[in-house]
């Protein structure tokens, strides 16, 4: 990309969106274009035709979804996968209609196999079943990751896609029904310390594996990515690093300085019981992570405490 270029970064206030932005500017590119959804809804075709054709971006990072944790997946299916599969067609399509020169779509790893071999390589996917509780959103982004590669193959774009794995930074959504695991666990011991409460109940029974990347380094990968990648198959984001969900909770109330009991309730899903994305494609493309784990949990939390919407949300 050259630094005078005109970018277009769709989902620039989320949590992905606005890292991007972040890793763009930091890296000298000035020419950047956003819209709130207010300002553009990204679900109505016409509005997106009308955004393109006058604003001509030459290059485009689709960060744009509707997004949450188990919960909001499992009772929205429906909205899950319209608006998501409505909103990154519109973008993927007006963006070839008006000749972006290169678009970044960004995934999810839900879009791999339930029961994928670990660490998941980009070459499984849709060789087996989705895990149910996100069905509808894998669906819709292996649909958006598809239509990337058809264009590629059909019209000779240099469209890309990316899967990241668990993210987390500055940003995130700490809503209490409606946010990922991390987050909440950091809403939720920081309301615990606060109210001295003497225990914490978590979901299910702690022994999922997951793996974490913070959000800062996932921006710095997908700027370098689209400067030094080009591809039908997709890429990868992540550690290469796991743990389970009670290591994570631990670590979480080690950082929030929260010392009274956790106690799990294993009536609630435990989701996946592994997902772990294997990253040596990433790598020897050039790129690894910067930020450790625990290093990153004290980012977050210092975001959640200075940033009063998000934490009350």
């Known amino acids: 990309m050259e630094k005078d270029a005109k970018i277009y970064v769709a989902g620039h206030r989320g949590m992905v969106g606005s890292a991007i932005v972040r890793q763009l500017e930091k890296e000298g590119y000035h020419n950047i274009i956003t819209r709130t959804h ?24 689709l960060a744009a979804a509707k997004v949450g ?13 319209y608006e998501n599969m409505t909103l990154e067609m519109n973008v ?30 980009e070459s499984c996917l849709l060789t087996g079943e989705l895990e149910k509780t996100n069905e509808a959103y894998a669906l819709a982004k292996i649909s958006g990751l598809k239509y990337c590669e058809f264009l590629n193959k059909q019209y ?26 991390l987050p909440a666990l950091i809403r939720r011991f920081h309301e615990a310390k606060v ?17 974490f990347l913070y959000v800062d380094d996932l921006a710095d990968a997908c700027v370098f990515l689209m400067n030094n990648y080009s591809g039908d198959e997709t890429v990868n984001l992540g550690t290469g690093k796991e743990l389970t969900i009670k290591e994570l909770t631990e670590l979480v109330a080690k950082v929030i300085g929260y010392t009274g009991e956790i106690k799990w309730d294993p009536s609630k899903p435990d989701g996946t019981p592994r997902k772990l994305l294997d990253v040596s494609k990433l790598e020897s493309l050039g790129w690894k992570y910067k930020t450790e784990l625990e ?10 405490l200075n ?3 998000r934490a009350e949300r």
């Not at 944790?69 to 499992?74: F, R, V």
């Open 295 to 304: 290093d990153g949990i004290r980012l977050a939390y210092d975001d959640f």
């Open 156 to 181: 000779g774009t240099d469209y890309i896609s990316v899967m990241p794995t668990n993210l987390y930074g500055p940003n995130d959504n700490y809503h209490p029904e409606h946010s990922h695991v």
């Open 195 to 211: 109210a001295g409460a003497k225990e914490v109940t978590c979901w299910g029974t702690g022994t999922p594996l997951r793996e």
């Open 92 to 121: 993927i399509h007006e963006a070839w209609k008006n000749g972006c020169k290169k678009l970044m779509f960004l995934g999810s790893s839900c879009i791999y196999p339930r029961m994928a071999p670990q660490p998941m390589k």
């Open 69 to 81: 944790g188990i919960m909001a997946n499992s009772e929205a299916l429906a909205d899950f996968m």
């Open 38 to 61: 207010k300002e553009l809804n990204l679900c109505r075709q016409d509005d997106v035709e009308e955004f393109f054709a006058k604003e001509k971006p030459e290059y485009v990072f």
């Open 307 to 309: 940033n009063p919407m």
